[in-house]
């Protein structure tokens, strides 16, 4: 009686195995149908280019470009949040889309107040519980990405110039430790 409860535990963690699995493909598929249509609304993006350009265009034209632009991030975000699984890819899209709703959308102060409230909640928790979403704040304390990067293309190698900088970042850290 006994081996019988364990072969149906075993079989049931086997289906649970292989639908977690079939998930796993479906979410991956849905990511790669959303970078598609990304790659295709980015194409239109690019074409109303020349309309922004020319004199006929205002701010009409130029709000739907922009809203356009938003969706677009929010998209990539989404598309990170689908891959990476983890908690900050989700506070990175909640911060997109409140800042998207807030810049576009405007609304009445009731609005804004309430969406300025969520964003402030928003990097509370990601402050308070260590969620790392923005990868290039959490990568050094005192550089921004952008004048690490602008250290490593200025060595030359930039491989070498990047390990080298991930090496004295590790050291720092074993030092804090201690």
Known sequence: MEHNHNEKGDRAHKITGYLEHLMDIFEIGIAIIVAVGFIASVVLLVTEMPLLLSHSAGT????????????????????????????????????????????????????????????????????????????????????????????????????????QKVQERKAEAEEKEV
Do not use: Q
């Open 60 to 163: 009409v034209a130029y709000r739907h470009f922009l809203e356009s632009a938003l969706d677009l991030v929010i998209g990539i975000e989404f598309i990170k949040m689908l891959i990476k699984h983890t908690p900050g890819s989700v506070v990175e899209v909640l911060l997109f889309a409140l800042s998207r709703h807030m810049v576009l959308e405007g609304g009445n102060a009731l609005e804004n107040l309430l969406t300025v409230c969520a964003i402030a909640v928003i990097f509370a928790i990601r402050r308070f519980l260590n969620i790392e979403s923005f990868d290039f704040l959490a990568k050094s304390n005192d550089e921004d990405w952008l004048t690490d990067w602008k250290s490593i293309m200025k060595k030359g190698n930039s491989k070498k110039a990047h390990d």
